[in-house]
Nanobody, 127 residues
Framework: HVQLVESGGGSVQAGGSLRLSCTTSGNRRRSSNCMGWFRQTPGKQREGVAAINTGGGDIYYADSVKGRFTLSQDRSKKTLYLQMNSLNPEDTAMYYC????????????????????WGQGTQVTVS
């Protein structure tokens, strides 16, 4: 099992930036070969924002954030980051960090039901 704790959310004006962090603990090697960020607004399904194969390799992004958001990791700190630039009001949501034991693939990285581990979420508000 792995535990995920997000931080870094807040309120910014349109055009601003935020960096979200997701710190992991527990059996990271077995439980988090694929890690990602999802977001959710009230009344809508949680949607995939970005994901990464933690062992190295591909990074996937939703079309809506390509060119604005950057996903990265610091393995020594067991932390996943989401740098968000050029934020707009449509990015307002609760952002969740997620992990699963098997790798990310282009056809499934954004399928929330395939992730076993979730953080508590961090709110991002863009006005």
């Amino acid at each position: 099992h792995v535990q995920l704790v997000e931080s870094g959310g807040g309120s910014v004006q349109a055009g601003g930036s935020l960096r979200l962090s997701c710190t992991t603990s527990g059996n990271r090697r077995r439980s988090s070969n694929c890690m990602g960020w999802f977001r959710q607004t009230p009344g809508k399904q949680r949607e995939g924002v970005a994901a990464i194969n933690t062992g190295g390799g591909d990074i996937y992004y939703a079309d809506s954030v390509k060119g604005r958001f950057t996903l990265s990791q610091d393995r020594s700190k067991k932390t996943l980051y989401l740098q968000m630039n050029s934020l707009n009001p449509e990015d307002t949501a609760m952002y969740y960090c997620a992990a699963r034991s098997f790798g990310c693939y282009s056809g499934s990285w954004s399928a929330m039901f395939e992730y076993s581990y979730w953080g508590q979420g961090t709110q991002v508000t863009v006005s």
